[in-house]
């Protein structure tokens, strides 16, 4: 089992940048396919990025050039850089593990989540 714990969220002007942190207790990062999810009012939880077991990484193509999905093995946190964001980017961002190889994009695939940090992008 593992526990994760997400920071670094927060109220930015479009066009800025910011970095989120997952930071995971229990199991070493290398055990899970890692997933940051996020989620605006109203509105269904969608994939924004993973980077799985053997480090391979998948973005959506809504932040494709944009996001930036990373892994810190040794300090057991994974990170999400955001840069040029927009205010369609506002909304409570998820990190999520999944302890499986199948290296899904759905909510299903993962079985361990975040509390989520808000992140808010002023126009």
């Known amino acids: 089992q593992v526990q994760l714990v997400e920071s670094g969220g927060g109220l930015v002007q479009a066009g800025g940048s910011l970095r989120l942190s997952c930071a995971a207790s229990g199991r070493t990062l290398r055990s899970y396919h890692m997933g940051w999810f996020r989620q605006a009012p109203g509105k269904e939880r969608e994939f924004v990025a993973s980077?799985?077991?053997?480090?391979?990484?998948t973005v959506a193509d809504s932040v494709k050039g944009r996001f930036t999905i990373s892994r810190d093995s040794a300090r057991s946190t994974v990170y999400l850089q955001m840069n040029s964001l927009k205010p369609e980017d506002t909304a409570v961002y998820y990190c999520?593990?999944?302890?499986?190889?199948?290296?899904?994009?759905?909510?299903?695939?993962?079985?361990?989540w975040g509390q989520g940090t808000q992140v808010t992008v002023s126009s």
């Open positions: 999520a593990a999944d302890p499986t190889t199948f290296g899904g994009r759905g909510i299903d695939d993962f079985d361990y």
């Open positions: 980077i799985r077991m053997g480090g391979g990484i």
